[in-house]
């Protein structure tokens, strides 16, 4: 057996005999469901902008239609798109072991619970909800909206937006709690397709790190968080999550 082939034997063996097992995903893991990651470049109208500059509030105030419409084609183009081998390992395994992965995912695609994950801590939103932009007033009914774009309330004027997380935004206070506990207690953490670049989600990686997790990095690239690893399994999530999941 080769070198990888006694890591994955370890990361295994690791994982048969944790407690509890924290799995963090980012873009990565939908790349082969066909959805492109955070750093593969944009296309159309929207192919000269970076996402860490659309996916703001100030991008959105500033053009509400032209951020509005990005985020519809990006929900349109996730209409066909099916979960893969990986969302649906993760998914096998928490079902065979109730209770002992905390799945948290930097994703706002909504795979992971396609692929009957449940109870996952979705850091970052759902690209296919929407919020009102300002604390909606009594006349703010999400079934009553001029339609924009972006939609609005007819009355006062609020805007919806995306119900995602945008850059410089809180992320939602439970969710980080409870993440950042299942970090502080886990035995291992999995940190699959992910490059690592954006915090706080990338930190949960360090806080496993710290508390004594045996952290391993999934992932075919190098990424920012292959220092705080253990062990750095160079493949892709489709192909080694069904294999260290595997029991
Ligand atoms: C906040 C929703 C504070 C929107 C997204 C330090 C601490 C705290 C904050 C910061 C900090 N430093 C900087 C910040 C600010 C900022 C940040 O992190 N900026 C970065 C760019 C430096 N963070 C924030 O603004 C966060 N908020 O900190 O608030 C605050 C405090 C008080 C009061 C107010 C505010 C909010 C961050 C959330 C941003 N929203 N998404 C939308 O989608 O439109 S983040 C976005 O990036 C996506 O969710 C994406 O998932 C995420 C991270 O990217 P990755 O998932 O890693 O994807 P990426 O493309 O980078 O990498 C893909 C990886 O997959 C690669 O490594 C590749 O090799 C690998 N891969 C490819 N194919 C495969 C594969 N792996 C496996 N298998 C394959 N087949």
């Known amino acids: 057996m080769n070198a ?6 370890e990361v295994r063996e690791r994982i ?11 873009a990565g893991v939908s790349a082969e469901s066909g959805v492109p990651t955070f750093r593969d470049a944009q296309t159309g109208l929207w192919a000269r902008f970076r996402p860490e500059e659309l996916a703001t509030p100030e991008a ?20 066909d798109v099916k979960s893969n081998a990986a969302h649906e390992a993760l998914a096998d395994w928490a079902r065979r072991h109730p209770g002992r992965m905390t799945l948290i995912t930097q994703n706002v695609d909504g795979l992971h619970q396609r692929a009957g994950s449940t109870g996952v801590l979705a850091l970052h939103g759902d690209l296919m909800r929407d919020q009102w932009l300002e604390p909606p007033r009594d006349c703010c009914d999400d079934g009553e ?4 774009p972006p939609p609005r309330c007819p009355h006062c004027g609020n ?3 995306p119900a995602v997380v945008w850059f410089g935004e809180m992320l939602p206070v439970d969710a980080l709690e409870a993440a950042q506990r299942a970090a502080q ?7 699959v397709g992910t490059s690592g670049a954006v915090h706080p989600a990338a ?27 253990d062990l750095c399994l160079r493949g892709s999530a489709a192909t080694l999550l069904p294999r260290l999941l595997s029991d």
Do not use: K
């Not at 048969?16 to 980012?26: I, K, Q």
């Not at 959105?60 to 209409?79: E, G, I, M, N």
């Not at 190098?222 to 690893?229: F, K, M, R, S, Y």
């Open 16 to 26: 048969a005999a944790a407690r509890c097992l924290a799995v963090l995903t980012g």
């Open 145 to 148: 909206l001029d339609a924009g």
């Open 60 to 79: 959105f105030r500033a053009r509400p239609a032209f951020v509005w419409d990005w985020y519809l084609h990006r929900r349109r183009s996730l209409a």
């Open 4 to 9: 990888d082939g006694l890591d994955e034997a």
């Open 185 to 191: 207690r886990c035995q291992v953490m999995l940190v």
């Open 159 to 161: 805007l919806r937006r």
């Open 203 to 229: 930190g949960l990686a360090i806080t496993a790190r710290r508390s004594g997790a045996f952290v391993v990095v999934v992932n075919p690239d190098q990424t920012e968080l292959d220092a705080v690893a």
